[in-house]
């Protein structure tokens, strides 16, 4: 199933899959999908992050959360590349992400990689099974502690779990708001208290 709000997209991943023998269900936003998706009960998912009405990490937290389909792997599709969007992604349960424009080689690679994956755990359903994580280049130094500044409690707590998880020490701060900087201004000395 490819869900986006984009005609193009749509129709692009559609030739792609078309081409390599997939049958292949169309959604234009995350509403749409979730009226299909129970009919058609696709193999696999790949949903837009940015889409009017239901969004993609939307889209992607009900479908997981609904127990016939959390182990239909869900692939966001965005043309932004953060690590914020990625791991917001990864908290909503999806299980890639590519970045757009994707290729035909990109497309089908995740489809080989997530549909003929492993049978499920036993005794659990359709879940999950764990994937193995991405190789990634040896760190030239190690990193031990990572701060983490931002006013967004979200992002904050999001980088906080993932760091953590990863086995890092991470420092968090918040910025303080306008107002109790300005509160702390008034109770500081004035030059005229100074000379009094």
């Known amino acids: 199933m490819v869900i986006d709000d984009s005609n193009t997209i749509r129709r692009s991943a559609e030739i792609f899959l078309l081409q390599a023998g997939c049958t292949v269900i169309l959604a234009e936003d995350g509403f ?78 995740a489809v080989a990689t997530h549909v ?33 500044v931002d006013d967004s409690p979200t992002e904050r707590h999001v980088l906080n779990s993932l760091l953590t998880k990863a086995g890092y020490e991470v420092v968090v701060v918040r910025q303080r708001r306008r107002r109790d900087r300005e509160g702390e201004a008034s109770r500081c000395p004035t030059s005229s208290s100074w000379t009094s």
């Open 116 to 148: 003929n994956r492993p049978a499920p755990i036993a005794g659990a359903g359709r879940a999950l099974t764990p994937s193995a994580p991405p190789a990634h280049p040896e760190p030239t130094m190690t990193i031990k502690k990572i701060l983490i």
């Open 32 to 109: 749409d999908a979730l009226a299909k998706i129970a009919d058609h009960q696709p193999n696999i998912v790949f949903v837009d992050i940015m889409m009017p009405r239901l969004d993609g990490y939307q889209t992607c937290a009900l479908i997981k959360k609904n127990a016939k389909f959390q182990s239909t792997p869900v692939i966001m599709l965005s043309s932004k590349d953060g690590l914020f969007d990625r791991a917001r992604g990864r908290m909503v349960g999806s299980d890639q992400y590519l970045t757009k424009p994707f290729t035909k080689e990109s497309l089908l690679k």
